[in-house]
């Protein structure tokens, strides 16, 4: 959960909030690009043991925001990732998380991540920071193979 300042530091960084709205999917194309991630409208229902509210899913139509990046925010721990498949050999650090190199990649050359899932809890303005670096090496990464496949 961000505190006010950081909530007005996301802002500022170009973070667009959509509260009480779940998304359902990642929406992509014929070409395997990601187009946008469709969402539910939810609503607040009654606060549980802790005094934190609930919600649920409305009726509403489902929409669609357009996108084309998507980001998973897994939260303050380090999710646990699948056996299988790539995500087993992601390598981590004794805690859990994603071991990166300067440039916030993965041990998978043009996989890149940030955040918690990376250095455990931390402010949200911490985890903008990595988002920026990562599109940032991104976007350099993407220049280098499109220069070196011309």
Do not use: W
């Amino acid at each position: 959960m961000a505190d006010l300042e950081e909530y007005a530091k996301a802002q500022e960084e170009g973070v667009r909030f959509m509260f009480l709205a779940q998304p359902v999917a990642v929406i992509g194309n014929e070409d395997g690009e990601v187009t946008g991630v469709r969402c539910v409208r939810t609503e607040l229902t009654d606060p549980d043991n802790s005094g934190r509210p609930g919600f649920k899913m409305t009726d509403e139509p489902k929409f669609d925001v357009p996108a084309d990046i998507v980001f998973v925010a897994f939260g303050f721990t380090a999710p646990q990732l699948p056996d299988s498949d790539d995500f087993a050999r992601l390598a981590t650090n004794a805690h859990g998380y994603l071991q990166l190199d300067e440039n916030q990649m993965t041990n998978f050359p043009g996989v890149f991540a940030g955040g918690s899932i990376a250095r455990g809890p931390a402010p949200l303005v911490q985890a903008v920071r990595d988002a920026r670096k990562a599109v940032a090496a991104m976007d350099q990464y993407l220049s280098r193979l499109k220069s070196s496949t011309v």
